[in-house]
């Protein structure tokens, strides 16, 4: 099955920031095989294009410059869990045969017992093997939450919740950061991310975590799901998660040493202390966790934090000039007949010609960015009170907008913009004619005279005809169409009299006198 577009864009984006990373880690970060990765990267080298001529192409032009359409292709035969069978076969009595058996109920188009057995083998003989990983600087960070929370007391009513405890460990130095948050939800989670990268001044390829609900949303064979929230945070600051395999800890064995510390260096300090505010406990961590990172090693020189300044910090990935501001993502929302999208119980809307259509909602504190297929189509001011709209003149269909702007508040907002006298002319049939029916119906016409002649023209025959008090609609259409204002201005400048330097006006004579 086709990678989904979104992860096809992460892996040509991490193809392109390191055209010789591996296949094997760009693959654990976006949840794909090597294969699959190594086969999109061959169809963008075939293509000969760079990032910034791809990154903004809609699914569509994506796919067709790529040529990476979706095609079905042989799979291999399932096999079971392998960790699952081996802890089977630890109960009394329990056979391979038997195992395979209900391995087959469950999974008809799976191995045959052959294979099952020299596979089990296979696996079982790699069992007890440690990999010492070696990390380069700036390389990776991982990330996790400790088993052990400190409480948090209410002074008014002595109610105590509990604080979750981050831990960020980078892999070549060591250089620890710890955060107390209230949970470890996604919003924490990312709000963790940042301040992490603030504190170390800069950010590293690649974050390892566990796969938490905050950070994987799911995970089959072939693919693993990060939570878009979390993707976008890490995108941000150009770095990608890779997260460590379902049930293998060793995969992020820094991170699990480095809570192991925190817990025995930082919590078990303040296991006898009382806490009031999650600031006064943040506080309290830092102070603690500064003596940590200035702690010398045992087997190393230096400490976690001479390491970092002299040897790590400068390989960080500089952080954004633009604050990180936290998204979250809707996808497949359906824009209703009347053009808008619901969010939070506002609405917002869209181009007219997209009824019926699915779009995605990126929601930032400030802003929601409605996306489709791939193409970002309106942003809008996010609302806060419920059954609130945001509705722009643009996505409205002709016939709406004329309906639209015969409203009398638009009418009155229309002629406050024009001026002064068309404000009064307008208002008048709004609000002192006898018949408000056919004082709407005119202000409605009036309003069509001024896009005829031009708003300027409209408010010129209003600033001629208000002081003579003609409102009548019949009128002003008299006044537009034979410019009497003109003509009588005009006359006016002919009846006056004719002066020149030449002319010898009265005062001459008086003085002579």
Not at 85 to 97: C, S
Not at 281 to 300: Q, T
Not at 361 to 390: D, K, W, Y
Request: a positive charge; glycine letters at 4%.
């Amino acid at each position: 099955m086709r990678l989904p577009i979104y992860q096809q864009r992460e892996i040509a984006r991490l193809h392109f920031q390191d055209v010789d990373r591996a296949d094997r880690e760009i693959g654990r970060s976006v949840g794909a095989s090597p294969n699959t990765v190594k086969s999109l990267r061959d169809s963008i080298r075939k293509a000969a294009v760079t990032w910034d001529q791809i990154q903004d192409l809609n699914d569509d032009d994506w796919v067709m410059i790529l040529k990476n359409q979706d095609r079905s292709i042989a799979k291999n035969k399932p096999v079971p869990d392998w960790e699952h069978i081996h802890q089977e076969m630890q109960l009394p009595d329990a056979t391979l045969e038997e195992l395979w058996r209900e391995f087959k109920e469950i999974c008809p188009e799976g191995v045959q017992y052959t294979q099952f057995t020299n596979s089990y083998r296979e696996w079982k003989r790699k069992l007890g093997l440690v990999m010492r990983m070696t990390h380069r600087p700036g390389e990776k960070l991982f990330v996790d939450f400790a088993g052990r929370t400190v409480p948090i007391t209410n002074k008014e009513d002595g109610t105590t919740w509990s604080a979750q405890i981050f831990v960020a460990v980078l892999g070549y130095s060591n250089f620890t950061y710890v955060e107390a948050v209230r949970s470890q939800q996604i919003e924490s989670w990312v709000k963790c991310h940042v301040n992490t990268f603030e504190a170390m001044g800069g950010a590293p390829e690649w974050v390892t975590s566990d796969r938490l609900k905050s950070a994987v949303i799911g995970s089959n064979r072939e693919h693993i799901y990060i939570t878009p929230a979390y993707r976008e945070a890490l995108k941000h600051y150009e770095t990608a998660p890779l997260p460590a395999g379902a049930r293998k800890p060793k995969h992020k064995a820094k991170a699990e040493v480095g809570v192991q510390i925190v817990q025995r260096w930082i919590l078990f300090r303040l296991r006898n202390r009382i806490f009031f505010s999650l600031e006064e406990l943040n506080e309290e961590l830092r102070r603690l966790c500064a003596l940590l990172n200035d702690h010398p090693f045992k087997k190393l020189p230096g400490t976690r934090r001479s390491r970092f300044e002299e040897l790590e910090s400068k390989t960080l990935r500089p952080l954004s000039k633009r604050p990180y501001e936290f998204c979250t993502w809707r996808h497949s929302v359906l824009i209703g007949m009347d053009y808008r999208v619901e969010h939070d119980r506002c609405f917002y809307s869209v181009p007219h010609h997209l009824v019926r259509e699915k779009v995605d909602l990126r929601v930032t504190e400030s802003t929601v960015e409605i996306i489709h297929r791939g193409r970002r189509i309106a942003m809008h001011s996010r609302l806060r009170v419920p059954g609130e709209m945001s509705m722009k003149r643009e996505h409205m269909p002709v016939v709406h907008t004329q309906i639209l702007d015969g409203e009398p508040r638009a009418l009155a907002e229309w002629a406050a913009r024009v001026g002064p006298n068309a404000q009064k002319m307008i208002q008048f049939h709004l609000t002192s004619r006898s018949d408000p029916t056919n004082g709407l119906r005119a202000a409605q016409r009036m309003r069509r005279l001024a896009e005829q002649y031009g708003e300027q023209r409209f408010e010129e025959a209003c600033t001629y005809a208000m002081p003579l008090n003609i409102t009548a609609l019949r009128s002003i259409t008299s006044i537009l169409k034979e410019s009497a204002d003109k003509r009588e201005r005009t006359t006016q400048t002919d009846n006056m009299p004719q002066t020149h330097e030449n002319i010898r006006g009265p005062q001459y004579f008086g003085d002579n006198q």
